[in-house]
């Protein structure tokens, strides 16, 4: 499933459980954000090398290549992308396990479940 939205700052989001990816995208519909979605970090490294964003949202635990594999993928690239703000999304939010996310490149985390002020909030705080 890929969807695509035009309003705004271009947006990625990867996450492989459904019902999370409808209800993140719905909420990004409803705030006007352009984005793409994807359902696992392998579709998303795809979608990021051929395109312009502007954040990233990112699940952390999906098959294939997690967030944190994402993310670690990104800021090794050769070129200003690099620099692209990543924001996790995930029910493991402790301060622990951030602290591993910030290591690989993560700039933010979001807990869920989050709700769509929330979600604006670390939007905005990127953007």
Known sequence: MQDRHRIGNKLLVAEDNEINLLVVSRMLE???YEFDAVENGLDGIKLFEQNEY?????????PGMDGMQVASKIRTMKTKKRDTPIVAMTANADLEEAKRFYAVG?????AKPFNKAELLKCIKKWL
């Open 106 to 110: 993560i700039n933010d985390v979001l």
């Open 54 to 62: 502007d954040l990233v949202l990112t699940d952390i635990q999906m």
């Open 30 to 32: 409803i705030l006007g």
